[in-house]
């Protein structure tokens, strides 16, 4: 396309999921033109439904609050784990850390085009079904080639690109930014269900974590949602998959099955959507920014799903992204890697740390301890949360140290 037919726009987005929807609109709000150009029609499939608490900062930073309130999603207050009889709740009004006492368990099909369309009403121009399948960011600005449904194409010069394209990871393939994750491989299988879960102790407005009793890294997630209907998953390493049945359905259920506390609770679940897999979803990249671009959510770092860590990283990255983009498109210096990339990948680490302790069991040690105090509990409930960047909390600024240490006083007093 001869370079007089290009169009220019100020600020391209790539993808409407919760990074891109947060941070057009964040940028749309102060005044910048602001293009999305999105893939999929919406609403689309996607994984990621149980939401912390810190989310709600964002949505209410962009203006999207009051609708999310209003569109009859799950309540949640909390997240519970079991392990056989072990149980151990943490409700999100108990948390160190000032932060929203509840949020959300939602259907994502239905939350991102939700999303999707505040940022529309707030004059955001999103484009669906328009793929990014090229990009040159060797000249002064950006170009993306952009391909519609029916296959023509056409190319778009930004001010600034902001990749928010998830599991596309458009950029980190394009530029050659893919890094790999600390992470070993995992695979998750799941579906939404009619759960008819009758048990009167179960919290519906609690995910359920539950871990396999003979594989401790093996774990589910049951994330009720309104009108009966319920999202549950099994996460495993590839190995723990040899000996399964191969049809995805029933190697859920035989997983299940393995799992008294959790076969009980879904006693009475209809069965009623085809399972889906996802795996090798932990992903990290070289950088999270670069001359007229930058990476937000999972277009960047995906670490795991065990703490639900997802859309509030999505939805930070965003936050942070806007503001410094803001400043540069209003004249000022900014420093991309310390006002943007130092300060997210901060709260990244908190969560890169509760990870590594979750799989190798320490984490799962203090979340079942039974005398842990209300303070340790509070302290450890805002990073279930999402206050993650909150360096008061002393288990955000050193949190690998502080789990090390609880959980060897949680095992010397244990035994
Ligand atoms: P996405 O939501 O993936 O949005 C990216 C968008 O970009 C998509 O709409 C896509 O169509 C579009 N796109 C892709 N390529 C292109 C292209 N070439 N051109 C244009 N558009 C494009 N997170 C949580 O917070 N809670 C959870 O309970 C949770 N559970 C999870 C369970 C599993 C098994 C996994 C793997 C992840 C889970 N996550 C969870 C993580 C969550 O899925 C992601 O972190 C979150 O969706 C990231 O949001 P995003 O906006 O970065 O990307």
Redesign the pocket.
Known sequence: MPVADRECRQIVV???????AIAATLLKRQGHDVLI????QFP?F???????SHCLDFLEEAGMLDAVQAAGFQLKTGAAFACGEQYSAFDFSETFSDGKPTTFQVP?ADF?KLLADEASRQGVEIRYQ????AGDFAAGQPVLAVQRADGSQYSVQAGFVLD?????R?LARLLDLEAPSDFPTRQ?V?THVEDRIGDPDFDRTK?LVTVHPTMPDVWF?S?PFSAGRCSV?V?ASAERFNGQPEDLDACLRAFIEQTPSLSRVLQNTVWDTPART?GG?AANVKTLHGRGFAL????AE?LD?VF???????MRSASLAAGVLHRQLQGQSVDWEAEFAVPLKRGVDTFRAYVESWYEGRLQRVIFYPDSSDDIRRMICSILAGYAWDERNPFVAEPKRRLRMLAEICASTDS
């Open positions: 790539i993808g409407a999921g919760p990074a891109g150009i999105e893939r999929e689309r996607s994984i990621g439904e149980s939401l912390l994502r991102d328009e793929s990014i399948i928010a394209s998830g599991y596309g458009v998750a799941f995910i997630w994330i998953g996460v996802i979803y937000l959510g999972n277009a995906f799903p639900s860590s997802g859309v509030t990283i999505a």
